[in-house]
């Protein structure tokens, strides 16, 4: 089942911050995060395992909450390059398949 | 430079043609999968494979084909059975062990290639 994604969109000025969340209704071991710029390939950020492990590099920072299947992406102090859509990939069960939400539109204006 | 590269970029095709969009990964990697995005839809999961000659439909796989007689390539067909083939194909790879609660593997993407049916 297709994790949930929101907001679906966030417009922010530079420097502001914001959080994007990713909900899943089944059981998860990881999850993915991933940016994408219009019309290119999605970048791949940071895994989050099971766990409730919080990661993150530069003022970019993730958590995984366990109990509630839930993470949630922050980005700090942001910047213009932080533009883009993030979406999140999940992971549970034994196949080899990630599936993704449906991604959520981040414009940061100067 | 190791990575996934995709041909062509840009794709244009007739209404009932069958069209092959090329995807090759020199990481050494031992999966692959394509996807396909629409505005607004996120990324759809249409095949993946974990080993050479062996392939999984995914959530879409209707209409498409692939192959992956080498471990390096993973070519994906988008025949005249798929009603609405105009979109942004996206092809990933990862080392294999993405299953399992401890695995860190992780999907590395292609550029893409953006195919539009006349």
């Known amino acids: 089942q297709q994790p949930v994604q929101s907001p679906q969109a966030v417009i922010l000025r530079e420097g502001e911050d914001a959080v994007i969340n990713c909900s899943s209704s089944?059981?998860?071991?990881?999850v993915h995060w991933y940016r994408q710029k219009h019309g290119e390939a999605p970048v791949f950020l940071m895994i989050?395992?099971?766990?409730?492990e919080q990661k993150g590099h530069d003022k970019i920072s993730a958590s995984f909450n366990e109990k509630k299947q839930q993470s949630s992406l922050y980005l700090t102090a942001s910047q213009l390059s932080y533009s883009g859509t993030y979406f999140c990939?999940?992971?549970?069960?034994?196949?080899?398949?990630?599936?993704f939400g449906k991604g959520t539109l981040l414009t940061v204006n100067p | 430079d190791g990575g996934i590269t995709q041909s062509p970029k840009y794709l244009f095709r007739k209404e009932g043609q069958n069209v092959t969009l090329s995807c090759e990964q020199n990481?050494?990697?031992?999966?692959m999968y394509w996807y396909r995005q629409d505005p607004g839809q996120g990324l759809r999961l249409i095949y993946y494979?974990?080993?050479?000659?062996?392939?999984q439909k995914g959530d879409i796989a209707e209409g498409y084909s692939v192959s992956r007689e080498k471990k390096e390539s993973f070519p994906l067909t988008v025949t005249s059975a798929q009603k609405n083939p105009t979109a942004f194909y996206l092809c990933?790879?990862?080392?294999?062990?993405?299953?399992?609660?401890?695995?860190?593997?992780?999907?590395?993407f292609g550029p893409g290639t953006r195919l539009t049916v006349l």
């Open positions: 990939g999940t992971m549970g069960g034994s196949n080899y398949k990630l599936t």
């Open positions: 990481l050494n990697h031992d999966a």
């Open positions: 990933a790879s990862s080392i294999g062990r993405l299953a399992g609660p401890s695995s860190t593997d992780t999907q590395y």
């Open positions: 089944k059981a998860l071991y990881s």
């Open positions: 494979s974990q080993i050479v000659n062996d392939f």
């Open positions: 989050l395992l099971k766990g409730g």
